[in-house]
């Protein structure tokens, strides 16, 4: 019965294998850099995108990742304040560091003001400039 069940945490070990990390490897000196876009306005996809985020943070920690959900389109809905079922969770990782931009081109196309954003939601003039450019400088860019 022992060796079975030494035997059986080999097995587990081997299948859940941690994620090897590469080098540099984050630190709170040089965390990973992240940059999620939410174009999709439906529920599902923001929640994944939401979910990624609280993923990596957990894997991570906060104190080693840097991230940045950028709300462009339709996913725009992601920021906004009247939106009950996202608010809440865009509070919670803003409360570990995550920053959330919203594009103005967006918000000029569907007539949303600065005030309907979540507290502490930056507007940048274009989303998908801002995805841009952060992965220029490095930033890995994830699209759930």
Same mark, same amino acid.
């Given at each position: 019965?022992?060796?079975?069940?030494? $035997? =059986?945490?080999?097995?587990? !070990?081997?299948?859940?294998?941690?994620?090897?990390?590469?080098?540099?490897?984050? !630190?709170?000196?040089?965390?990973?850099?992240?940059? =999620? %876009?939410? !174009?999709? %306005?439906?529920?599902?996809?923001?929640?994944?995108? $939401?979910?990624?985020?609280?993923?990596?943070?957990?894997?991570?920690?906060?104190?080693?990742?840097?991230?940045?959900?950028?709300?462009?389109?339709?996913?725009?809905?992601?920021?906004?304040?009247?939106?009950?079922?996202?608010?809440?969770?865009?509070?919670? =990782?803003?409360?570990?560091?995550?920053?959330?931009?919203?594009?103005?081109?967006?918000?000029?196309?569907?007539?949303?003001?600065?005030?309907? =954003?979540?507290?502490?939601?930056?507007?940048?003039?274009?989303?998908?400039?801002?995805?841009?450019?952060?992965?220029?400088?490095?930033?890995?860019?994830?699209?759930?």
């Amino acid at each position: 019965m022992k060796k079975i069940m030494i $035997l =059986l945490l080999v097995l587990a !070990s081997a299948v859940f294998a941690d994620t090897r990390l590469a080098e540099p490897v984050p !630190s709170i000196d040089k965390p990973r850099e992240v940059v =999620l %876009g939410v !174009s999709s %306005g439906d529920d599902e996809t923001i929640q994944h995108v $939401l979910s990624t985020a609280n993923n990596v943070l957990k894997f991570y920690g906060p104190e080693k990742v840097h991230m940045r959900i950028v709300a462009y389109y339709h996913g725009i809905r992601t920021v906004l304040k009247r939106e009950k079922e996202f608010a809440p969770r865009v509070d919670a =990782l803003q409360q570990y560091g995550v920053e959330f931009v919203a594009c103005g081109n967006t918000m000029r196309t569907k007539n949303i003001q600065p005030s309907e =954003l979540i507290d502490g939601v930056e507007i940048v003039s274009a989303g998908i400039a801002e995805i841009i450019e952060r992965s220029a400088e490095g930033a890995v860019y994830i699209h759930p």
